[in-house]
């Protein structure tokens, strides 16, 4: 059932099994799994089932520390969350992600491997409506004999990932949840105050708001929070005792290792055979509706142990020849004068309408006719290390529902700088070695970041994960430490970020933590 918060009236208290705060990735993967169960669920959206602007401002910030991104742009808040603009793009993250690595990378690891995980990832893949959970390149035709060095190894490896359609859980889960016989999904329904008592040792209620003024009472069993990376931590600073420092944050770690994935241009690649083919991973089509393949470049786990160095992805567009030489080489080919026959008559007047080509029309076409590539542009993500300066906090203002404000005091380290300077090194040096080309990068300055970085939107560690109560806000199965009642889901508690996109994890830790609620409902 699916009902509007802004009908319910003024004071009620909304009895339940178990209530989880949030409809995106995480939230929605959570209720799915009761939709059969014989508990009661209450799954609360701010937003409604369509995009508000009224709902969105709720978002409304300050940045105070290194430049990040409008905090507004970043999320999206109604039903679906920010997948109702997802890319799609899905991996898990490597074994070395979840590996303590000694002191080189102070509060790295997870307090599982990925092996662990791994059967969680493999129901993920459905909920994200992707192909088998293989990742292997030679699942998908990438053998090692088709990889052009010098990312063939030892130092960079051919990587996969799946792109999933995208799926927009919102429009594609909402049948399913409205037709759950005891699952309530509550829209415009805003999170206010988890009251826990004196103690703080259990959630007693929860207060909710409309924007209409309207404030009603959640009381359950169980809670969890999984509104994402920034209001996940805005929640609890803002909860607990009055006069307090929040809920769940006796050792102040609420709010901090804020970290993202850093992203930004890379440089170009000059190939000394301007002619060669570079796609080497999967040639299916894109169909829109169906997930994809798509290859990317990344670090092996040894050059990242060798070299002490943290995870990344590299990818690539193509840089063709001046298009008007491509199109009028076309066009010869058109009129009979070089290889390609009628099914080029319309491709140039295609291509004559862009500034360049796709990666699909390169992999397809214009490789086999022969059009010379002039680079590969390169963009990167670099995993971010954790830094317990890097945090969210509170302000002193308020927004329309009488939450205080968010600040966002986003730091990157250093080493995080020198550790992407080296790794576009060590891929300059292995071009060069190999015969591959030459390497133009676009930074090379370890003391200045370059002009066109970026924390991206995959904010995460702010509810970081930890055995140790005074190394991590939740412990191994997402429950607040010390708080017997409240559970955190999505990418806030990520210990580390690695260098994969955060969805497909998100959708596992959420199965999994699925399972743990429903062991300790029963």
Not at 151 to 157: L, N
Not at 181 to 206: M, W
Request: proline residues 7%; aromatic residues 10%; hydrophobic residues 40%.
């Amino acid at each position: 059932m699916i009902i509007d918060a802004r009908s319910i009236p003024r004071g009620t208290i909304v009895e339940t099994d178990l209530c989880i705060i949030g409809a995106g990735a995480a939230g929605i993967t959570l209720a799915r799994e009761f939709r059969d169960s014989p508990f009661r669920v209450a799954l609360l959206e701010s937003g409604g089932m369509h995009f508000d602007l009224e709902t969105q401002e709720l978002y409304k910030g300050r940045s105070v520390g290194d430049p990040f991104s409008d905090l507004m742009a970043d999320r999206l808040r109604y039903f679906g969350g920010t997948t109702n603009h997802w890319g799609g793009w899905c991996l898990p993250l490597d074994a070395i992600d979840f590996e303590a690595r000694g002191d080189a990378f102070p509060y790295h690891g997870w307090p599982f491997t990925k092996a662990q995980l791994d059967p969680w990832y493999a129901r993920a893949q459905e909920v994200c409506q992707l192909g088998p959970y293989d990742y292997r390149p030679s699942r998908w035709g990438v053998s090692r004999d088709k990889v052009p060095q010098p990312f063939g190894g030892p130092d960079f490896e051919a990587k996969i990932l799946q792109e999933s359609p995208p799926t927009r859980f919102g429009p594609v889960y909402a049948p399913e949840l409205r037709g759950a016989p005891r699952v309530t999904v509550y829209l415009h329904a805003n999170a206010f105050y988890l009251d826990a008592g004196e103690t703080a040792a259990e959630v007693k209620t929860l207060a909710v708001k409309t924007l209409s003024s309207d404030q009603f009472t959640v009381r359950a069993r169980l809670y969890v929070l999984a509104t994402g990376g920034i209001e996940n931590a805005r929640l609890l600073l803002a909860s607990g005792p009055e006069g307090g420092k929040g809920l769940g944050n006796a050792h102040d770690l609420v709010g901090r290792f804020f970290m993202t994935h850093l992203a930004a241009s890379g440089g170009t690649i000059v190939p000394a055979d301007s002619y060669r083919d570079f796609a080497f991973a999967t040639n299916d089509p894109y169909i829109p509706g169906k997930y994809r393949v798509d290859r990317i470049l990344g670090l092996s786990p040894q050059s990242m142990r060798r070299r002490h160095l943290p995870n990344m992805i590299l990818g690539w567009t193509y840089k063709f020849a001046p298009v008007r030489e491509a199109v009028d080489a076309l066009k010869r080919m058109t009129h009979g004068e070089g290889p390609g026959g009628s099914r080029l008559s319309d491709l140039s007047e295609v291509i004559a309408n862009f500034e360049g080509v796709t990666d699909f029309l390169a992999r397809k076409v214009l490789f086999g006719e022969g059009i010379p590539i002039e680079g590969l542009s390169l963009w990167y993500s670099f995993e971010q290390r954790p830094n317990r300066e890097s945090r969210v906090s509170l302000g002193a203002q308020r927004d329309r529902l009488g939450m205080p404000e968010v600040v966002v005091d986003w730091r990157v380290l250093p080493e995080d700088r020198r550790n992407a300077v080296d790794t576009l090194r060590l891929l300059g040096m292995e071009i060069g070695r190999t015969g591959f080309g030459r390497f133009r990068p676009a930074w090379a300055d370890a003391d200045k970041w370059p002009p066109d970085l970026s924390g991206n939107e995959h904010h995460m560690g702010t509810t970081r994960m930890h055995r140790d109560p005074k190394l991590g806000v939740v412990d191994a199965d997402c429950r607040v430490h010390d708080v017997a009642n409240l559970f955190v889901a999505g990418s806030s508690v990520f210990p580390t970020g690695g260098a994969a996109n955060p969805t497909l994890t998100i959708v596992a830790l959420a199965l999994r933590l699925a399972d743990h609620v429903k062991r300790l409902l029963a």
